[in-house]
């Protein structure tokens, strides 16, 4: 800008001269990458070496593979591996849910118990828990529900016939989830902004009416991520109930080898089905996820909380 007299004697500004350019149109083009091309085109030359060493590989016997891939006693084992995994996870998601609850209270009792839990089984190896959940008949031969400290037994089980593999593995694998599912469902929690809890109880509602439709709800978009991926690992932990001669998948394959000796076709068989298991599990993650994603998306925090609370604003219960 250029300063100047006007015609009147006044001081203005006038525009500088300057020349119209004339339209250059934008010709962008991507400069080459041939380091990138190189490496794409290595890494596909070595997936496809290694798929063609595999299938050509006389040693893998993959008619073993193909015979035993729907086996009985493979499919057998594999239910077993699926009960397991559900069961576990949603007890170690009760488990988890409490737990938070807890250390999130005012009680610094409750606050210590739930503390004492998370740090004893995230601090001990799962695979200690259930070699002892296995043996627990060595330190409680028997097994009562009764009036504590020398009180009257309502029942009693002999712990060696109550504890079978199978209880002994959904004792380790549940309690030591619902461990994990505690840090998760907490820090799920602590994610709610504090004020939609303010205003839930505002209106009324007492803790465990906010924690159901204010502050979980909105939580499970921060919990469900993790709580897949626990679930997806569950799916291969379970191979560890094998030390303690289970019923599932790994143990069983075990048991065939120790029988026909075809050690790694067994095992490679047991593969597939862990892949096809997590494989449809992390399919079902995606789509809870995006379920959860769009209704987070799809409306905003003051209209989920008028939605969570029109209950109440209704003089609903």
């Known amino acids: 800008m250029v300063t100047g007299l006007n015609e009147g004697g006044g001081r203005g500004t006038s525009a500088a001269p300057s020349e119209k350019s004339p339209h250059l149109p934008i010709d962008a083009t991507r400069s080459p990458h041939p380091a990138r091309w190189a490496a794409a085109g290595l890494a596909l030359l070595g997936l496809v070496w290694l798929a063609y060493t595999i299938i050509v590989n006389e040693n893998l016997h993959w008619d073993v593979i193909a015979g035993h891939l729907l086996d009985g006693r493979i499919l057998s084992g594999l239910w077993i591996t699926i009960a397991l995994t559900v069961l576990s996870m949603i007890i170690g998601l009760a488990l988890g849910i409490t737990a938070a609850v807890m250390q999130l209270s005012d009680s610094p009792v409750l606050r210590g118990t739930a503390g004492l839990y998370t740090w004893f089984f995230r601090g001990t190896p799962l695979l200690v828990q259930l070699i002892f959940w296995f043996n627990i008949g060595l330190v409680f031969p028997e097994i009562s529900i009764g009036i504590p400290f020398d009180g009257p037994k309502l029942f009693e089980w002999q712990a060696n016939e109550l504890i079978t593999p199978f209880t002994a593995a959904l004792l380790g694998l549940s309690i030591n989830e619902g461990a994990y599912m505690a840090e998760i469902v907490r ?131």
Request: proline share 4%; hydrophobic share 45%; charged share 15%.
């Open 187 to 317: 820090a799920g929690i602590r994610s709610v902004d504090p004020g939609q809890r303010e205003a839930a109880e505002s209106l009324g509602m007492s803790n465990g009416q906010v924690l159901r439709r204010v502050v979980l709800p909105q939580a499970m978009r921060v919990i469900i991520p993790p709580t897949g991926n626990q679930f997806i690992s569950m799916l291969k932990t379970t191979s560890m109930v094998s030390v303690i001669a289970g019923a599932e998948l790994l143990t069983v394959a075990q048991r065939i080898y120790l029988g026909n000796f075809e050690v790694i076709a067994l095992l490679v068989v047991a593969s597939i089905w862990y892949i096809v298991l997590t494989t449809i599990a992390s399919i079902g993650q995606h789509f809870i996820e995006k379920r959860f994603n769009r209704g987070h998306d799809g409306l905003s925090a003051g209209s989920r909380m008028r939605r969570n609370l029109l209950p109440f604003t209704r003089g609903g219960s």
